[in-house]
């Protein structure tokens, strides 16, 4: 029996079935820790249409993530999400009160746009939160996130080389596939550090 559960969501543009969504889960999860992924209702739709469609608004969003809360029977629920999937998670994380939420690629902002940042919900915030992000993420890079002011419960953990998805370079030292591991190795280490 798993003894943690992480409700992970997907990002703006690709569904659970990511090979990113896909690789992360596997890797997080252990006899530990269970990985429950899920699709917001746009990408439902788009899946059952083939019609691609923009994301839904954020509170319908935050209304899907709390729905997919109530069904996991869990003491030691975490959530989190891949750049979207994992803001959505912030924005109701004192609401729903998990151990932790977890962040692959956080947005802070949307790309050549560093004025309109997306983190005054992260000053004033209580859950214990780690979030793994690119150093070449162009939704928000070390530099500009040195500036913020966070809450303290959040952990920022940078990885060398990574865009948005992790990816890095040819010629970076990391390579993906390491750059991945290492995440998701940090982000299932968070998960048992949490534990109730």
Known sequence: MAKATFLFAHGAGADSNSKFMQVMAKLIANDCIEVVCFDFPYMQRRKATGVKSPPDRMPKLQESFIEQIGSIQTENL???GKSMGGRVATLIANEVNPCGVVCFGYPFHPPGKPEKTRTEHLQQYSVPT??????????GKPDEVSNYSLSKSIKMQWIQDGDHSLTTLKRSQLTTEQAWKDAAFSAQAFILKHLK
């Open 78 to 80: 975490f959530i989190g």
């Open 130 to 139: 780690l979030i793994l992000q690119g150093t070449r993420d162009t939704f």
